[in-house]
């Protein structure tokens, strides 16, 4: 292990950081891992500064290949670049992350944010390429914060569960707090993983068919890979058990708990002006439900928080966070408030005609609320790039916008609100 040859100061293989575990430069780990980062995608933004940067690194290395090709390509440095002092680098850093992207990108959907993505992936290979590897201990680390992440999940589907076969909560109120409180609490263990994520970086181009599988070696043992293990391993448990190959007492309460709501809208729609049921003991949740529930809103949740997960991590950006938060705290609250709560109903045709102005607003003031303050301890634990008042108007629009698509539009919550998200959220935050 030797000092890092850009910062002096971590000690990385390679000899040169590359946001994997650059720690301490400059004014603390967001910028310096940021700054690290860029080397390689600058390479594709068109910054001569780093482009010089990296050059002198494949000079220092003595790789006459890369050496000869980088000579072709780079233009001379830029003099001032090249005489940055350690308080103007940060913005260097900054104008370095910003990765060119169209509307009409952003518009491709789903593709667009994956192709994004896909640079993250390849710049995974390009590290592996310098010889930066990975850290066995780093790995360790991660399984064990990931192992305990996933004996929580168990205990805390337990808790309620069992709160509510024992009467003591509605069983509807339960599958609600569940729905609210697991991946936020997930959410907060991601600080506790190592930076042993993928940096920012090379173009797509770079990766090569042999490469993939170096992509995947890698993508496994990254903190983010490592970390989507545990909403991975829950949604192959709710498959499992969905299509009748295992028995799970998971899904048996899953299943319980939607029969509970269905049969709550059942009563409604029979008796308009009765009093709400009471499921206040397990004794009046007759139904067992349906199994393959789980195979609905439960695994589009757990894929949708892998996905999140995997793809967006802590950060530097606030993407994955704020997605699920949407599809978390802001569809759970309209859910639970809109049906403990007679507000009107938004004039809406068919099937939407349930959902009520109070269910909207309290999806609107909680996603809000917990999005800020998720921010707030990200950005103080050095992951997100953005503080919280930088951040806060731009949760707004991002917050009413994916309140409507929640309101509006058909499919499942917790698919179509996560994806508004992350569209959404990739045009409020540009940078990754
Ligand atoms: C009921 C759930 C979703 C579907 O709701 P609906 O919109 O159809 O009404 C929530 C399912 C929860 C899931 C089985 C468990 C998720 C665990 C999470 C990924 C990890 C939690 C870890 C933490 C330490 C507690
Ligand atoms: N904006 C909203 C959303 C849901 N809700 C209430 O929550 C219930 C379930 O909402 P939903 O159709 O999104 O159900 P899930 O698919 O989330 O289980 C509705 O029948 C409404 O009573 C609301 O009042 N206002």
């Given at each position: 292990m030797a000092a890092c040859q850009h910062c002096g100061r971590c000690n990385v293989r390679a000899g040169f950081c590359v946001g994997l575990t650059c720690a301490g430069w400059c004014k603390g780990r967001v910028l310096a891992a940021q700054l690290c980062q860029t080397r390689t995608t600058c390479l594709r933004a068109g910054c001569a500064w780093s482009r010089h940067r990296l050059l002198e690194h494949e000079r220092a290395l003595g790789n006459r290949e890369v050496r000869d090709r980088c000579s072709r390509k780079l233009p001379t440095p830029l003099a001032t670049h090249d005489s940055l002092s350690c308080d103007a680098l940060p913005s260097v850093a900054h104008r370095c992350l910003r990765v060119p992207r169209t509307f009409a990108e952003v518009c491709s959907g789903l593709g667009g944010v994956l192709?994004?993505?896909?640079?993250?992936?390849a710049s995974a290979l390009e590290v592996e390429r310098l010889g930066a590897g990975r850290d066995s201990s780093l790995i360790t680390h991660d399984v064990v914060v990931a192992v305990l992440a996933l004996v929580g999940s168990y205990a805390w589907l337990k808790i309620w569960d069992w709160l509510a076969t024992n009467?003591?909560?509605e069983s509807t109120l339960s599958r609600k707090i569940v729905h609210i409180t697991s991946v936020p609490l997930f959410m907060l263990t991601w600080p506790f993983f190592s930076d042993n994520h993928f940096a920012t970086g090379a173009p797509i181009t770079d990766i090569s068919l042999q490469s993939w599988s170096t992509f995947l070696g890698l993508a496994l043992k990254s903190s983010q890979g490592i970390a989507a293990a545990v909403p991975a391993i829950l949604s192959a448990r709710l498959i499992l058990?969905?299509?009748?190959?295992?028995?799970?007492t998971l899904v048996n309460a899953l299943a319980r708990q939607k029969a509970a709501m269905h049969k709550w809208m059942q009563d409604q729609l029979d008796d308009r002006g009765a009093p709400r049921?009471?499921?206040a003991t397990n004794g009046t949740v007759l139904v067992q439900g349906d199994r393959r529930e789980a195979l609905q809103g439960p695994l589009y949740y757990c894929l949708a928080t892998?996905?999140?997960?995997?793809l967006f991590w802590r950060g530097p950006s606030p993407l994955g966070i704020l997605a699920l938060i949407q599809m978390c705290v802001g569809d759970g609250m309209a859910d639970l408030v809109g049906r403990r709560w007679r507000t009107p109903k938004w004039p809406l045709p068919g099937g939407l005609s349930r959902k009520t102005i109070g269910g909207t607003l309290a999806y609107v003031l909680s996603a809000f609320l917990i999005s800020c303050s998720y921010i707030a301890i990200f950005h103080a634990c050095g992951c997100v790039e953005t503080g919280v008042a930088a951040a806060a108007g731009r949760v707004a629009i991002l917050t009413v916008c994916c309140a409507a698509v929640e309101l509006l539009a058909p499919?499942?919550?917790n698919v179509t609100v996560p994806l508004a998200a992350c569209l959404i959220g990739s045009v409020l935050f540009p940078t990754i």
């Amino acid at each position: 292990m030797a000092a890092c040859q850009h910062c002096g100061r971590c000690n990385v293989r390679a000899g040169f950081c590359v946001g994997l575990t650059c720690a301490g430069w400059c004014k603390g780990r967001v910028l310096a891992a940021q700054l690290c980062q860029t080397r390689t995608t600058c390479l594709r933004a068109g910054c001569a500064w780093s482009r010089h940067r990296l050059l002198e690194h494949e000079r220092a290395l003595g790789n006459r290949e890369v050496r000869d090709r980088c000579s072709r390509k780079l233009p001379t440095p830029l003099a001032t670049h090249d005489s940055l002092s350690c308080d103007a680098l940060p913005s260097v850093a900054h104008r370095c992350l910003r990765v060119p992207r169209t509307f009409a990108e952003v518009c491709s959907g789903l593709g667009g944010v994956l192709s994004l993505r896909s640079e993250v992936w390849a710049s995974a290979l390009e590290v592996e390429r310098l010889g930066a590897g990975r850290d066995s201990s780093l790995i360790t680390h991660d399984v064990v914060v990931a192992v305990l992440a996933l004996v929580g999940s168990y205990a805390w589907l337990k808790i309620w569960d069992w709160l509510a076969t024992n009467g003591y909560i509605e069983s509807t109120l339960s599958r609600k707090i569940v729905h609210i409180t697991s991946v936020p609490l997930f959410m907060l263990t991601w600080p506790f993983f190592s930076d042993n994520h993928f940096a920012t970086g090379a173009p797509i181009t770079d990766i090569s068919l042999q490469s993939w599988s170096t992509f995947l070696g890698l993508a496994l043992k990254s903190s983010q890979g490592i970390a989507a293990a545990v909403p991975a391993i829950l949604s192959a448990r709710l498959i499992l058990a969905g299509l009748g190959l295992s028995q799970d007492t998971l899904v048996n309460a899953l299943a319980r708990q939607k029969a509970a709501m269905h049969k709550w809208m059942q009563d409604q729609l029979d008796d308009r002006g009765a009093p709400r049921p009471s499921f206040a003991t397990n004794g009046t949740v007759l139904v067992q439900g349906d199994r393959r529930e789980a195979l609905q809103g439960p695994l589009y949740y757990c894929l949708a928080t892998t996905v999140c997960t995997f793809l967006f991590w802590r950060g530097p950006s606030p993407l994955g966070i704020l997605a699920l938060i949407q599809m978390c705290v802001g569809d759970g609250m309209a859910d639970l408030v809109g049906r403990r709560w007679r507000t009107p109903k938004w004039p809406l045709p068919g099937g939407l005609s349930r959902k009520t102005i109070g269910g909207t607003l309290a999806y609107v003031l909680s996603a809000f609320l917990i999005s800020c303050s998720y921010i707030a301890i990200f950005h103080a634990c050095g992951c997100v790039e953005t503080g919280v008042a930088a951040a806060a108007g731009r949760v707004a629009i991002l917050t009413v916008c994916c309140a409507a698509v929640e309101l509006l539009a058909p499919g499942d919550d917790n698919v179509t609100v996560p994806l508004a998200a992350c569209l959404i959220g990739s045009v409020l935050f540009p940078t990754i």
